[in-house]
């Protein structure tokens, strides 16, 4: 059961808003704010739980960064609506306490981080993570760091923009090597082609695999003999659809939900939810499938999957770097560059899905089922090293622990 869930109206269009804070460590949560025509509050619930999930997974022992609890907010409106840019204004300006104290946000499908840093800065809030930064000794040099990453371009496109496509990969390229096949040769499907479609399509054809399909809003491209993905990126817009105009003569375009039924070794849903049912299994040719997406494949869809023998590396896992980044970086635990960040997310991502997989393998469970054990676990270890810590500052003349984070939380 969720610790909080808000249900805004907004006064003017009628629109409906979602907060739900579904655990707190620290007193604090994290996970970003999306804008989808057709948001609803069961939706956001279970990306909050999904954004617990995501914080404990990849805690570390040895980082500063210890997780927080998942949250999440969602507003029912589609993004290209005239009014969305003051829907939302409206409602960050009346769940402004949460973010200010609870609930540490950013942007997530259907808007920007641009976009809400101008909302806060109208707020009077310096980020829309200042719940952490209000806790942390060192908050300029976090706000430093932060602002640093953010700075760094990566072959035309932002870091803050390719981290988390660059993690689907590594957990793309981690799970073919567990399949036993060679990367160099494999193919890939991706559907959804914005930053985490797109990036995920990059260092997938940066590691040797074949990207033969992509879908964007328009449509289906596909090329069996492999897409230029680099001229794909520079023909995108800022919603993540390809101009059809610098497609090269032998791309063939087809309608956009044909992406299912493409074979290949690597199926990415990078897009939205719930876009795998059952009915879809019956038409895929996939052998893995790494959800790049927040909740893209349905409970009876995965069981299906399953029984087939097919792998689903879940969303919480796959996707987790976006967050997992913004966290490495403000708490120092790497410096904001390019290769200092994709080391990291390389070393962990590896980490995670070999120790998911052998779990998963010696146990009979699922991969999800695994990864949910694990981040429960890593959750209890973190909620108990804060109470640790927590012991220690309350008490004269101890010192807290030598790799204990500044958040004093």
């Known amino acids: 059961m969720s610790l ?57 022992p040895r980082d500063r960064y210890q997780p927080f609890g998942g949250a999440k907010g969602g507003i029912d409106v589609d993004p290209r609506d005239p009014e969305a840019s003051a829907v939302l204004r409206r409602f960050m300006a009346a769940v402004l306490p949460v973010i200010r104290e609870q609930w540490n946000t950013g942007e997530d499908f259907g808007v920007r981080q641009e976009l809400l840093d101008q909302v806060a800065a109208e707020s009077g809030l310096e980020s829309t993570v200042e719940a952490v930064f209000s806790r942390m000794e060192d908050s300029a040099e976090a706000r430093a760091r932060l602002a640093a990453g953010f700075a760094v371009d990566v072959d035309g496109i932002g870091l ?18 567990r399949a036993g096949l060679d990367p160099v040769g494999a193919t890939a499907v991706v559907q959804g082609f914005g930053s985490i479609g797109g990036a995920a399509a990059r260092y997938l054809a940066a590691g040797g695999v074949r990207v033969v399909a992509v ?8 090329n069996d003999a492999g897409l230029d993905i680099e001229a794909m990126l520079q023909a995108r817009d800022g919603l993540g659809v390809v101009d059809r105009g610098q497609l090269r ?33 019956d038409r895929m040719a996939a052998r893995i499938v790494v959800e790049g997406a927040n909740m893209p494949t349905l ?21 987790v ?42 146990t009979g469970v699922s991969l999800r089922e695994s990864a949910q054990v694990l981040a429960e676990r890593n959750a209890a270890a973190a909620k108990a090293r804060h109470a640790a810590a927590q012991a220690v500052a309350a008490t004269p003349g101890i010192a807290p622990p030598r790799n204990a984070s500044t958040n004093r939380a």
């Open 249 to 281: 003569p032998d791309d063939e375009k087809g309608d956009r939900d044909d992406w299912l039924a493409v074979p290949c070794d690597i199926l990415v849903p990078a897009a939205m939810s719930y876009v795998i049912d059952r009915a879809a299994v």
């Open 215 to 222: 879908a964007d809003r328009e449509g289906l491209i596909r």
């Open 299 to 319: 409970p009876d869809a995965e069981a299906a999957l399953t029984e087939r023998g097919i792998p689903v590396l879940p969303d919480f896992l796959a996707n």
């Open 4 to 60: 909080l869930e808000i249900t805004w109206t907004d006064p003017v269009t009628g629109r409906h808003g979602y907060v739900v804070i579904d655990s707190l460590i620290g007193g604090m949560a994290s996970g970003g704010l999306r804008l989808r025509a057709g948001c609803t509050l069961v939706e956001v619930r279970g990306l909050a739980q999904g954004m617990a999930r995501k914080e404990a997974i990849v805690y570390d």
């Open 321 to 362: 770097m976006t967050n997992a980044w913004w966290w490495w970086v403000v708490f120092g635990d790497v410096a904001p560059d390019a290769d200092s960040t994709f080391a990291k997310i390389t070393g962990t991502m590896r980490r995670l899905v070999e120790s998911v997989s052998t779990e998963a393998a010696a």
């Open 160 to 177: 803050a923009d390719v981290v988390g496509g660059f993690g689907v990969a590594q957990a793309g390229l981690s799970m073919a090597r």
